[in-house]
């Protein structure tokens, strides 16, 4: 059973910068997407960023260009979020997801209902 365990969740003030990373188990990184969705009360889960095994390409919302940076470590099978300049707007519970396999057409990479692996999240709070 595939496992993703995202973890450097926490409080911070606008401005301030977190670091969440996902280890996975049991599972072939090769020819898939693994990337980070977040998620508010009432609101549908959003793609956040996204990254193809081998470290390209990569993919990010709007709302976090120039801000948030994924990478990943393919030996260790794990990626990573760096957040920097946090807003209260980012304030979400954070999600570590994997897809089983390619993902078709650059508008897709960042839908939820492309990947098939999640971890439970980790809460980001950033406070004005």
């Known amino acids: 059973q595939v496992q993703l365990q995202e973890s450097g969740g926490g409080s911070v003030q606008a401005g301030g910068s977190l670091r969440l990373s996902c280890s996975t188990s049991?599972?072939?990184?090769?020819?898939?997407?693994m990337g980070w969705f977040r998620q508010v009360p009432g609101k549908e889960r959003e793609g956040v960023a996204t990254i193809y095994s081998g470290g390209r390409p990569l993919y990010y919302a709007d709302s976090v260009k120039g801000r948030f940076t994924i990478s990943q470590d393919y030996a260790r099978k794990s990626i990573y979020l760096q957040m920097n300049n946090l807003r209260p707007e980012d304030t979400a519970v954070y999600y570590c997801a994997a897809s089983s396999g390619p993902i078709l057409g650059i508008r897709n990479v960042l839908l939820p209902n492309r990947y098939n692996y999640w971890g439970q999240g980790t809460q980001v709070t950033v406070s004005s």
């Open positions: 049991r599972f072939d990184l090769n020819d898939k997407y």
